[in-house]
C-alpha cells in the first residue's frame, strides 16, 4: 500500500471518526440538525485527502477547487444555522476534517492523525470541559492572562543574547525556560482546585508534586502536628509527591532534550516506581488515606514567582560553569547536590541547558539525579524537623527507600553510558 493511498484511508476513516461522534451527540439528526453526520464528514474527508493526492501530482487549480468547495460547504452550512444557534462547533470540526485530509494526503499522516484524536476528544468531552471552566476563579482567569502576556508579549520583545561572562545570560530562551515550567506547575494547580481538598492526601499529593513536592512535605509535616490520627496517610500523600517529583523531571527532560531522555531516565524510573509502588501499597493496607488535605499550594503562576525562578535557575546555570571549569564533571555533579536543595527543576532545566557544552549526557543526567537524591534528603529532614513523632517515622519508613534507590541508581549506573 503506497503512501497516497495510506494518506486518504487516514482522511476517510479522521471524517469517519468526527461523524460518528456528532452522530452519536445527536446533533446531525432532529430539528436543531447541524452540517452532517457520519456519511457527510466521511465524505468529506475523502475530498479532502483527493485534493491533497492532486496537489502532489501538480494538479494545484484542481486541488485548490476541491479544497475550496468543501470549506465553502461548511461555511454555508453554518451561515444558515446561525440564524437559529450561533454554535459553531460542528462546521469548525468539519474544517479540520479537511485540514487533517489535506495534511495526510501530502504524508503527514502522524500529523493528521493527532488532529483527528484531538478534535473527538474535546468533542466527546464537551460537559466535562465545560464543567473545568465553569470551576475556574477569577484569581486563576487572571493567571491564565498573565501567563498569556508573558508568552505573547515579553517572550518575543526579549532579546536572545548571550550577555556577559560564564556563559552568558539568553533572556529569550530562559524566560522560554521559565514558561515551560510555570505552564506545568499551573496545570496542576488548576487540577488541585478542581479535585478539592476531600479526595485524600493521596491526590493532594501526586497533584500538589507537579507543583511543589517541598511546599507539599512542608504542609503535611505542620498539619501532622494536629491530626495524629491521620500520620500515616500525610507521610502517604508525601511519599506520593516526591513520586511524582521524579517524573516531573524526566518530563522535563523529554520536552525539552529527548537525547538526554535515555540517561536521564536509567536514574530517575527506579526511584519513581518504587514510589508509586509504596503509594499503591499504603492505599491498598490502609484505606483510611483518604481524609480531608490540607489547602493546596498558592497559585503558581505569578510575574514575581516567573521572575524568582528565571534568577535561581540562571545561578544554577552559573554555578555549573564555574563548577565543571574547576573541577570538570564533578563540578556538574556537585552543582546538582547543591542545586537540589533549593529546586529540582532549576537543576534539571541547568542540566538541559548545558548539555552538548562539555560533559558528557551520563554525567549531565546523573547531576539531575543527584538534585533530586539531594531533595529527598532534605524533605526528610524536613519532615523530621516539623512533623509529628509518628508522621516521622512513617515518613523515614516509606521516604527511605526512595532516596535509596535513587542513591543505588547513581552508584551502579556507570557516568560514561
Same mark, same amino acid.
Given at each position: =500500500?503506497?503512501?497516497?493511498?495510506i ?6 476513516? !479522521?471524517g ?6 456528532? $452522530? ?24 479532502s ?10 494538479f ?21 444555522? &446561525? ?17 487533517? !485530509? ?7 499522516? /502522524?500529523? /493528521?492523525?493527532? /488532529?483527528?484524536?484531538v ?9 466535562? #470541559? ?9 484569581a ?9 502576556? =508573558? ?22 530562551e530562559?524566560? =522560554? ?5 510555570? !505552564?506545568?506547575?499551573?496545570?496542576a494547580?488548576?487540577a ?20 511543589? &513536592?517541598?511546599?507539599?512535605?512542608? &504542609?503535611?509535616a ?13 507521610a502517604l ?8 517529583m ?5 518530563l ?7 537525547a ?6 536509567r536514574?530517575?524510573?527506579a526511584?519513581c516506581?518504587?514510589?508509586? #509502588? ?6 491498598w493496607?490502609?484505606?483510611?488515606? $483518604?481524609? %480531608? ?9 505569578q510575574?514575581?514567582a516567573?521572575? $524568582?525562578?528565571?534568577v ?13 571549569? %574547576?573541577?570538570?564533571? /564533578?563540578?556538574v ?13 532549576a537543576?534539571?532545566?541547568? =542540566?538541559?541547558?548545558?548539555?552538548g ?15 533530586a ?9 524536613? !519532615? ?15 521516604? &527511605? ?8 541508581a ?8
Amino acid at each position: =500500500m503506497n503512501d497516497e493511498v495510506i494518506g486518504l484511508c487516514v482522511a476517510t476513516l !479522521g471524517g469517519a471518526a468526527i461523524g460518528i461522534e456528532r $452522530q452519536w451527540s445527536g446533533h446531525a439528526s432532529g430539528p436543531d440538525a447541524r452540517f452532517g453526520g457520519v456519511r457527510t464528514f466521511t465524505l468529506l474527508g475523502g475530498v479532502s485527502g483527493f485534493a491533497g493526492i492532486a496537489a502532489m501530482r501538480g494538479f494545484a487549480v484542481f486541488s485548490a477547487i476541491l479544497a475550496a468547495s468543501a470549506a465553502a460547504l461548511v461555511l454555508l452550512s453554518y451561515a444558515n444555522a &446561525s440564524r437559529r444557534d450561533l454554535d459553531a462547533t460542528t462546521e469548525i470540526a468539519g474544517l479540520v476534517v479537511i485540514a487533517a !485530509g489535506l495534511v495526510a494526503s501530502i504524508g503527514h499522516v /502522524a500529523l /493528521a492523525s493527532a /488532529a483527528i484524536a484531538v478534535t473527538v476528544l474535546l468533542l466527546v468531552e464537551k460537559s466535562r #470541559l465545560h464543567a473545568w471552566a465553569r470551576g475556574l476563579d477569577d484569581a486563576e482567569m487572571r493567571a491564565a492572562a498573565r501567563f498569556a502576556v =508573558m508568552a505573547v508579549v515579553i517572550l518575543p520583545l526579549l532579546p536572545p543574547g548571550p550577555y556577559g561572562p560564564l556563559g552568558g545570560i539568553h533572556p529569550r530562551e530562559l524566560w =522560554m525556560l521559565v514558561l515551560l515550567v510555570s !505552564g506545568l506547575s499551573f496545570v496542576a494547580y488548576v487540577a488541585r482546585r478542581v479535585v478539592g481538598e476531600r479526595r485524600g492526601y493521596v491526590v493532594a499529593g501526586l497533584l500538589g508534586g507537579m507543583i511543589s &513536592s517541598t511546599s507539599v512535605t512542608l &504542609s503535611f509535616a505542620r498539619v501532622s502536628r494536629d491530626r495524629s490520627s491521620d500520620d500515616r496517610a500525610l507521610a502517604l500523600g508525601v511519599v506520593a509527591a516526591c513520586s511524582v517529583m521524579f517524573a516531573r523531571l524526566l518530563l522535563l527532560v523529554v520536552l525539552l532534550d529527548p537525547a538526554l531522555a535515555g540517561a536521564a531516565a536509567r536514574y530517575l524510573v527506579a526511584p519513581c516506581a518504587l514510589g508509586a #509502588l509504596l503509594t499503591l501499597g499504603g492505599l491498598w493496607f490502609s484505606p483510611s488515606s $483518604q481524609g %480531608r488535605a490540607p489547602a493546596a499550594p498558592g497559585n503558581p503562576l505569578q510575574l514575581g514567582a516567573a521572575i $524568582q525562578l528565571a534568577v535561581l535557575l540562571q545561578a544554577v546555570l552559573f554555578a555549573v560553569h564555574v563548577l565543571r571549569e %574547576r573541577w570538570a564533571d /564533578a563540578g556538574v555533579l556537585v552543582s546538582g547536590a547543591v542545586g537540589g536543595l533549593v529546586d529540582t527543576d532549576a537543576v534539571a532545566l541547568s =542540566m538541559i541547558r548545558s548539555s552538548g557544552v562539555g560533559s558528557s549526557s551520563g554525567v549531565l543526567a546523573a547531576g539531575i539525579a543527584i538534585g533530586a537524591l539531594s531533595n529527598t534528603v532534605f524533605k526528610l529532614a524536613l !519532615g523530621a524537623t516539623l512533623g509529628g513523632p509518628r508522621f516521622r517515622r512513617a515518613l523515614l519508613l516509606a521516604l &527511605s527507600p526512595i532516596a535509596l534507590a535513587a542513591a543505588a541508581a547513581l552508584l551502579l549506573i556507570p557516568l560514561d553510558r
